[in-house]
Antibody, heavy 125, light 106 residues
Framework: QVQLQESGPGLVKPSETLSLTCTVS????????WSWIRQPPGKGLEWIGY???????NYNPSLKSRVTISLDTSKNQFSLKLNSVTAADTAVYYC???????????????????WGKGTTVTVSS | DIQMTQSPSSLSASVGDRVTITCQAS??????LNWYQQKPGKAPKVLIY???NLETGVPSRFSGSGSGTDFTFTISSLQPEDIATYYC????????FGQGTRLEIK
């Protein structure tokens, strides 16, 4: 059974860099898309970005200038860095696996089928 | 960017009711739409992928339909355990979630 676990500091100072790691157990990280999603208190879900197992990345345009997602296959982990944080970056951060399923050629389905439990990050001095 | 607009933003219904949530995309996204359920304090869970496909293990009272820009999510007979917030999400271009629909029991 695949499990994802987020880890990292729960408190980050304004203007500093938020760094989180997602550890994948029960399966190899060397396939699938690996995503980060966040949820500010009392608000909806916001997709941050993903990394493919080959290292290709895509980011939310609204965060692209501040975000880096990377992969460490030797540790079966992927990571999120968000720099120059403000109070608006306070949120629960989730990591998730996105599965690619072949449909009728050339169609592929993509959906986030395994999620971590989430970790709360507060930006405050 | 593709914007996803859900309606209503909140909904109150009785056990056994048929519940419908709509999701509209700002441009044609074909069938590239998923539906998620999020219970309080928990991570989201996928229910429907590619607009109408039921994820394995999800009860058959949940269903989805639509294509292009207009999509519908339906619970055929509301159960107490269905109390949650529901999100649509497109994957035609990057990923975008709708703002969510909070479902309560009347």
């Amino acid at each position: 059974q695949v499990q994802l676990q987020e880890s990292g500091p729960g408190l980050v100072k304004p203007s500093e860099t938020l760094s989180l790691t997602c550890t994948v157990s029960g399966d190899s990280i060397s396939y699938y898309y690996w995503s980060w999603i966040r949820q500010p208190p009392g608000k909806g879900l916001e997709w941050i970005g993903y990394i493919y197992y080959n290292g290709n990345t895509n980011y939310n345009p609204s965060l692209k200038s501040r975000v880096t997602i990377s992969l460490d296959t030797s540790k079966n982990q992927f990571s999120l860095k968000l720099n120059s944080v403000t109070a608006a970056d306070t949120a629960v951060y989730y990591c998730a696996r996105e599965t690619e399923v072949a449909g009728t050629w050339p169609h592929y389905y993509y959906y986030m089928d395994v999620w971590g439990k989430g970790t709360t990050v507060t930006v405050s001095s | 960017d593709i914007q996803m607009t859900q309606s209503p933003s909140s909904l109150s219904a009785s056990v056994g009711d048929r519940v419908t949530i709509t999701c509209q995309a700002s441009q044609d996204i074909s069938n590239y739409l998923n539906w998620y359920q999020q219970k309080p304090g928990k991570a989201p869970k996928v229910l429907i992928y590619d607009a109408s496909n039921l994820e394995t293990g999800v009860p058959s009272r949940f269903s989805g339909s639509g294509s292009g820009t207009d999509f519908t999510f339906t619970i055929s007979s509301l159960q107490p355990e269905d109390i949650a917030t529901y999100y649509c999400q497109q994957y035609h271009n990057l990923r975008t979630f709708g703002q969510g629909t909070r479902l309560e029991i009347k």
